[in-house]
């Protein structure tokens, strides 16, 4: 088997999350969308790690980690405080903005 | 922690040979893994797309992370593959999970589309995307793989540690930095600022005394020797049913039992009236009503102003007559005397 398949595999779950981006509107199930994206990029970062013989890939899907962590907290906050003030957790309704 | 990433690491080669042939092709052991991984990711994945309940879209991708922890080992990224387990399954999702429980997990996507034709748009550029990455990806030409034999010499998270801590290190501080600023702006973004003063149980406490109203917790439930549930108000001192002994929620559902009929019967077995022959069950209403049956006349008569027919009865509920059953039942028996003379 060639590592190629690791690098469709990934893209395959890449074009998954973002096609749950594209579609779905309870935030949270968007945000794991997003979560998807970035672990199909970290086994892509991975894979070509293997490829070139080089562990710098693994240290920035390492680094993807944990910025995703971050980011996940913070979203996760910020999902949470739309829902306390408009008792909604739909993509659709953060409309404020829209005069 | 190293210990054991070191003795997964040692053990791997036995278990799983990770190292690429001379071509750069995987073993065969690798290849079948990854042909047992990959339609369950991919189905996993979907599972997110196309589940109903998000429950279900999160455990989906949980399947998603632990079988990309797979991928990472079979793919010289032992550090990686440990991290990926306790880092997304075990604190991310977890942290989506407990959001979800949150927000409440029966809320599910509405199908009104607030832009026309955006589902076909959606999948259309999904599907899109995957064609032309898979494309691109896997039909691109590449170098000899060349394994990751030689980095991982001093085991992978050696080799990783040395990458992060020798020519990363400004990064891996500024991503130490990101994440205590991420932990303080979930904190204060989901912050609650108290807008009313906050009632606690001295403030409670006080509210009832100036309200006024019982002071003391409600009374229990009425216990019968024939019934014992929480449908038949307690008889008070004075004999009458206490109405707020049976929980609100049967009273307004108007489950509530009389309790005339188990009241009846004590009174009559504690007077005596059936041992002493003076009357039976059947035949003892018609020397009149027993006291719990006229106790619930009077207590209704009570607020109607003190009929006529029972004077005697008003007076004798409305002594605060003693606490204590005996003294009540006696109460009882001279009222009842008192009838049968007249």
Redesign the interface.
């Known amino acids: 088997?060639?590592?190629?398949?690791?690098?469709?595999?990934?893209?395959?779950?890449?074009?998954?999350?973002?096609?749950?981006v594209?579609?779905?509107?309870?935030a949270?199930?968007v945000?794991?969308?997003v979560?998807?994206m970035l672990?199909s990029t970290?086994?892509?970062l991975?894979?070509f790690?293997?490829?070139?013989?080089?562990?710098?890939g693994?240290?920035l899907?390492?680094?993807v980690?944990?910025?995703?962590?971050?980011?996940?907290?913070?979203g996760?906050?910020?999902?949470?405080?739309i829902?306390?003030t408009r008792r909604?957790?739909?993509v659709?309704d953060v409309n404020l903005l829209k005069s | 922690m190293s210990g054991t990433l070191a003795t997964v690491h040692a053990a791997l080669p036995a278990v799983l040979p990770a190292a690429l042939e001379e071509t750069g092709r995987t073993s065969t052991g690798e290849a079948v893994l990854f042909w047992v991984l990959a339609p369950i990711m991919v189905l996993a994945a979907l599972g997110l797309l196309f589940a109903r309940k998000t429950v279900h879209a999160a455990l989906a991708v949980v399947v998603v992370m632990v079988s990309l922890a797979f991928l990472y080992v079979a793919q010289d990224a032992v550090f990686l593959g440990v991290a990926q387990v306790v880092v997304y399954t075990g604190a991310v999702m977890m942290l989506f999970l407990f959001v979800l429980m949150l927000v409440g997990v029966d809320r599910s996507d509405s199908l009104v589309e607030t832009i026309r034709g955006q589902r076909w748009i959606g999948v259309l550029a999904g599907v899109g995307l995957g064609v032309v990455l898979a494309g691109v990806v896997g039909r691109a030409t590449y170098a000899p793989a060349r394994g990751l034999v030689e980095a991982n010499a001093a085991s992978n998270p050696v080799g990783v540690a040395r990458l992060i801590f020798g020519d990363h290190v400004l990064a891996f501080e500024v991503v130490g930095c990101l994440l205590v600023v991420a932990a303080l702006g979930a904190l204060v973004l989901t912050h609650r600022r108290r807008l009313t003063p906050r009632i606690g149980q001295r403030e409670l406490a006080e509210r009832r005394v100036r309200e006024g109203g019982s002071l003391v917790p409600l009374p229990a439930p009425g216990v019968y020797a024939r019934h014992n549930a929480m449908d038949v108000p307690a008889l008070g001192p004075d004999g009458r049913p206490l109405e707020h002994s049976v929980p609100r929620v049967l009273r307004v559902r108007g489950q509530e039992a009389d309790a005339r009929e188990y009241a009846a019967r004590i009174d009559r077995v504690l007077a005596g009236g059936w041992a002493n022959g003076a009357g039976s069950f059947t035949s003892a209403t018609g020397d009149g009503p027993p006291l719990g049956a006229r106790a619930l006349a009077v207590h209704a008569a009570g607020q109607e102003d003190a009929p006529d027919d029972a004077p005697g009865g008003a007076d004798g509920a409305d002594e605060p007559s003693a606490a204590s059953a005996d003294a009540h039942t006696a109460d009882g028996d001279e009222m009842r005397d008192e009838e049968v003379a007249r």
Request: glycine fraction near 4%.
């Open positions: 088997m060639s590592l190629t398949n690791y690098l469709v595999l990934a893209a395959i779950l890449f074009a998954i999350g973002a096609t749950t594209l579609l779905r509107r309870n949270i199930i945000f794991m969308g979560e998807l672990n970290n086994l892509l991975v894979t790690a293997r490829y070139h013989g080089n562990l710098t693994q240290v899907a390492f680094f980690m944990v910025v995703a962590a971050a980011e996940v907290v913070v996760l906050a910020i999902i949470v405080s829902f306390r909604s957790a739909s659709d």
